[in-house]
């Protein structure tokens, strides 16, 4: 009975185990209004129409001020991200809630790097 109740309390203490089961968050974090100084090759982007689109969801303008919270993303399923720009494809890429250790994971993006996904605790996610 010890064995098994070791092994419950280990299997409830993984983050990847969790985030098998329920619901996932997606904080996009602001980029600048202001038009790319800098930009890879098919990177060039308009700041004031850049979008980004999650699965069949409205798209939704990037934030310039404050994050926005995506919330409701079933943590089970793979999710496309689409991002758009004076109605071109910037960029795209598919993502699931299981490559990560949480189900609350931050976005952002720039023309020169590209688009960044990192969890929400993470120092490289700048979300509040």
Same mark, same amino acid.
């Given at each position: 009975?010890?064995?098994?109740? +070791?092994?419950?309390?280990?299997?409830?203490? %993984?983050?990847?185990?969790?985030?098998?089961?329920?619901?996932?968050?997606? $904080?996009?974090?602001?980029?600048?209004?202001?038009?790319?100084?800098?930009?890879?090759?098919?990177?060039? $982007?308009?700041?004031?129409?850049? +979008?980004?689109?999650?699965?069949?969801?409205?798209?939704?303008?990037?934030?310039?001020?404050?994050?926005?919270?995506?919330?409701?993303?079933?943590?089970?399923?793979?999710?496309?991200?689409?991002?758009t720009s004076d109605g071109k494809n910037v960029q795209?890429?598919?993502?699931?809630?299981?490559?990560?250790?949480? +189900?609350?994971? %931050?976005?952002?993006?720039d023309g020169y790097q590209g688009v960044q996904l990192?969890?929400?605790?993470?120092?490289? %996610?700048?979300?509040?």
């Amino acid at each position: 009975m010890k064995i098994l109740s +070791t092994l419950l309390a280990v299997f409830l203490a %993984c983050p990847a185990v969790m985030a098998q089961s329920g619901r996932g968050t997606l $904080y996009v974090r602001p980029n600048s209004s202001e038009p790319p100084t800098r930009v890879s090759p098919g990177q060039f $982007y308009n700041p004031a129409t850049l +979008t980004l689109k999650i699965d069949k969801r409205p798209p939704i303008p990037w934030p310039h001020k404050e994050s926005v919270k995506i919330d409701d993303l079933d943590v089970n399923e793979r999710h496309l991200v689409v991002l758009t720009s004076d109605g071109k494809n910037v960029q795209s890429f598919w993502f699931r809630f299981s490559d990560y250790k949480t +189900t609350d994971l %931050c976005i952002g993006f720039d023309g020169y790097q590209g688009v960044q996904l990192h969890e929400k605790n993470s120092p490289l %996610c700048k979300c509040h």
